[in-house]
């Protein structure tokens, strides 16, 4: 998961600094495999060579798994589509480079970046991360898996609405901060206003939504990991905002730029976990009655 989200704030940072067609052909940089790591070059080719690095640790995990989860089958085969998924994620990588950044062609390069983020924290979650059994209760586990699933959901679709405002270069179209070309509602008649008025909307209904989560968890009493999660998830929507608003104040500058991938990553991760845990602890539940059914 580091190396993953190390990944992430790198394709970041390669946009942020204008450095996405440094290497201007591609598998190859410059002709090379080995080109002189300096400038732009330095950013985006060290960006194809963290992606490498991905690419044979989770071979080497997929291996891992065929061999220590053959009671879980289903834990290779996301495996296995975490292979395919990167390999998808390499050529869209490839093709915005050869057909110069394409709005659309980058921010599908975003998407699936997101959704092996999402992938690689189901395995992550279902092994080293998993809860003790019976800490989440039967009664507990279904409303956890909900409440994950619809902020997941929620910050995935938020995700995607903020590839589309870098890649149409939106992120300035608001210049002014809390309101948007000086009115709480902007004409919206213009694209890339109406791109970056509702990546802010989106944003507050997600603030919303992950509060209400650690609120209702706090509320009904569920365990502590879970109560832990949901407060990480807060605290990191309130440093997204936050980083999303000094993004435009300093237009758009490397650092909170880059760091608001990272942190939107980062959030998708936590919700993907308790999403995760939740669907463990109830499939646990349900499993057993059956278990005791076919012993008796």
Not at 24 to 47: K, N, R, S, Y
Not at 228 to 252: E, K, Y
């Amino acid at each position: 998961m580091v190396w993953t989200l190390l990944l992430l704030w790198l394709g970041s940072v390669v946009h942020a600094t204008h450095s996405s067609l440094a290497c201007p052909d591609w598998p190859t940089c410059h002709g090379t495999m080995f080109p002189v790591m300096t400038g732009g070059v330095f950013w985006e080719h060290l960006h194809r060579l963290v992606a490498g690095g991905l690419v044979l640790m989770w071979i080497l995990a997929t291996w891992i798994a065929g061999r220590e989860t053959r009671d879980r089958p289903w834990i290779f085969k996301m495996c296995l589509a975490g292979i395919a998924l990167l390999v998808v994620q390499a050529v869209f990588g490839g093709l915005t480079v050869l057909f110069k950044l394409p709005p659309l062609v980058s921010t599908t390069h975003l998407t699936l970046a997101m959704t092996f983020v999402a992938l690689a924290t189901v395995l992550a979650s279902s092994t080293a991360w998993a809860a003790a059994p019976g800490e989440l209760s039967a009664r507990l586990a279904p409303q956890v898996r909900r409440w994950g699933l619809v902020t997941g959901v929620l910050v995935f679709l938020q995700c995607i609405l903020g590839a589309l405002v870098r890649h149409y270069h939106a992120g300035m179209a608001c210049p002014d901060v809390p309101l948007c070309l000086g009115h709480v509602v902007p004409p919206l008649g213009n694209h890339l206003v109406a791109l970056q008025f509702f990546h802010r909307l989106t944003a507050l209904v997600v603030a919303a939504a992950v509060i209400a989560f650690a609120t209702w968890s706090f509320r009904v009493g569920a365990p502590a990991f879970v109560r832990v999660w949901t407060v990480w998830a807060v605290v990191l929507v309130l440093v997204q905002i936050a980083l999303g608003v000094i993004s435009v104040l300093t237009a758009i500058a490397v650092v909170p730029i880059s760091l608001h991938t990272l942190v939107a990553a980062s959030l998708l991760a936590v919700l993907v976990h308790l999403t995760t845990q939740g669907w463990a602890a109830q499939r646990t539940v349900t499993a057993e009655p059956a278990a005791a059914h076919a012993a008796a």
